[in-house]
């Protein structure tokens, strides 16, 4: 057995492709319209569906905002350079909505984004690059 894929309800799948191809630099790796159910699914990520978890964004025509609940948490991204990677992020109109510095806690170098359907993305600082990572980066206004 193998996780799979993540499913998010987005508002907007346009915006939403954009911000994590774009922004987050996944992958779109299918997408197909399913006109009878008046939904669309696309399918994003860093790799194949065949040897990694995906996130599958579902559209459903017509429907521009969802309640987020309070049950769901947040996805998590490695990454190699956290420090860069919120910089770039915030460039191109990215929500940093908690800039890198250790987790409370403890020592794992962690940061939050915000997709824009208010989504919490997490970037934790691979174990690889953890102990040269840069001083942190002022903190973004948006």
């Given at each position: 057995?193998r996780l799979?894929?993540?499913m ?12 994590y191809c774009?922004?987050?630099?996944m992958?779109l790796?299918?997408?197909k319209d ?7 699914l696309?399918?994003?990520g860093y790799?194949?569906?065949?040897e990694?978890?995906?996130i599958?964004?579902?559209?459903n025509?017509?429907q521009?905002?969802?309640?987020l609940g309070?049950?769901y948490?947040?996805?998590?991204i ?6 860069v990677?919120?910089?770039e ?6 929500n940093?909505?908690r800039?890198p510095?250790?987790?409370?806690h ?7 984004v915000e ?9 934790i ?5 953890e102990s ?6 002022a903190?973004?206004?948006s």
């Open positions: 057995m799979l894929h993540t998010l309800r987005v508002g907007n799948l346009e915006r939403s492709l954009r911000f774009e922004v987050l630099g992958k790796l299918r997408q399913y006109p009878g159910g008046e939904f669309t696309a399918f994003i790799g194949e569906e065949s990694n978890t995906v599958e964004l579902t559209h025509w017509g521009e905002t969802y309640e309070d049950a948490g947040h996805i998590a490695g990454v190699d350079d956290i420090y990677t919120c910089k992020i915030a460039a191109q109109g990215g940093v909505t800039q510095g250790p987790m409370k403890g020592s794992t170098v962690i940061a939050f997709d824009p359907d208010g989504y919490k993305v997490e970037l600082q691979l174990k690889s690059q040269t990572a840069q001083t942190p980066v903190a973004s206004t």
